[in-house]
């Protein structure tokens, strides 16, 4: 037997470092198939008992209330008052169906097909992002080979008249998410829908971002407040812009790998004219000789390497 520093037996306490080895076991087999329940009820009572075993506790709770289940479906008054179980741990108990539920449905809708205009309309409109008529943001759907949502976020929001993309952000929940294809989503306060300098250079920037984790810009879409809505590929801009990333992508690649979406909403869906769309083009074949576009590109560059290099 282990002596103390005063040479005296010392008991071991076979329980030291016991929930460390649970969490490095949980290291190594996150989805818990080799926990048997009272052992999952152990590890969540982690986080509601200090300085105490619960694998006992969890064992006793099994017992009273018959099972895994049943612990969880148990009153909540009737886990307050049981002994030894703290409140916060009895509340803690109570939470995990709420928050699986939550899960659940939250899930769900990460499953949803993608594949008219109209389906990124009611997307975007029921989701939990609300859109501010007074400030520009930027929003993210992102999508697998499918056209099945992976994640939603709103990427970055600014001023009244314009936002910068948050790059490494874009990077970041693209690569998470393990996406193959990505709808760009924002606002111009007002009704004024036509794509601003910034817009298109941006856009240059989410395209070879993307380009980098081989994924690929589905649209970009551009909504006013009165429900209409600017669409870059469906205006012939999309691709200009591809070209002129050439030098950072491999733009043919990039173009054959897309899904265009159907084009369902004719009657919201703003076409520019003939004239409007070739001043647009030209603005787009210029980019090169612009400053502010090379001074824009070359921060951009500089925090997508510092981001590929983090990851």
Same mark, same amino acid.
């Given at each position: 037997m282990a002596k103390d520093k005063n040479g005296n037996d010392e008991k071991v306490n076979f329980h030291e470092g016991h929930r460390e080895r649970v969490r490095k076991r949980l290291l190594a087999d996150p989805d818990m198939k080799t926990f048997s329940p009272h052992e999952i009820l152990e590890y969540l009572l982690f986080y509601g008992v200090q300085r105490k075993d619960t694998n006992e506790l969890a064992h006793k709770l099994i017992r009273s209330f018959g099972s895994l289940s049943a612990v969880f479906d148990a009153d909540i008054n009737d886990l307050i008052a049981y002994p030894e179980l703290p409140e916060r741990a009895a509340f803690l108990i109570k939470s995990i169906l709420p928050i699986t539920d939550a899960y659940l449905k939250d899930s769900k809708k990460e499953t949803a097909l993608i594949d008219t205009y109209s389906d990124v309309i009611n997307y975007y409109n029921n989701s939990s992002i609300s859109m501010?008529?007074?400030?520009?943001?930027?929003?993210? =759907?992102?999508?697998?080979?499918?056209?099945?949502?992976?994640?939603?976020?709103?990427?970055?929001?600014?001023?009244? &008249?314009?936002?910068?993309?948050?790059?490494?952000?874009?990077?970041?929940?693209?690569?998470?998410?393990?996406?193959?294809?990505?709808? =760009?989503?924002?606002?111009?306060?007002?009704?004024?829908?036509?794509?601003?300098?910034?817009?298109?250079?941006? &856009?240059?920037?989410?395209?070879? &971002?993307?380009?980098?984790?081989?994924?690929?810009? &589905?649209?970009? =879409? =551009?909504?006013g407040n009165s429900g209409k809505y600017f669409s870059f590929y469906n205006n012939r801009i999309l691709d200009d812009l591809i070209e002129v990333c050439a030098p950072f992508i491999n733009a043919e690649q990039y173009k054959y790998g897309r899904r265009p979406l159907v084009n369902d909403d004719l009657s919201n869906n703003v076409i520019l004219g003939e004239v409007e769309t070739a001043k647009l083009k030209e603005e787009i074949q210029g980019m090169y000789n612009n400053e502010k576009y090379k001074s824009f590109m070359n921060d951009a560059m500089e925090k997508l390497k510092m981001e590929r290099k983090k990851n």
């Open positions: 501010n008529p007074k400030e520009e943001q930027v929003s993210s =759907i992102f999508l697998d080979i499918n056209g099945r949502v992976r994640n939603f976020a709103q990427i970055s929001k600014g001023g009244g &008249t314009s936002t910068s993309i948050d790059i490494p952000k874009l990077y970041r929940l693209s690569s998470a998410c393990k996406a193959s294809k990505v709808i =760009i989503f924002h606002n111009h306060p007002g009704d004024n829908m036509y794509p601003s300098f910034n817009d298109l250079v941006t &856009t240059n920037v989410i395209i070879i &971002t993307l380009a980098s984790l081989d994924i690929t810009l &589905t649209d970009h =879409i =551009i909504r």
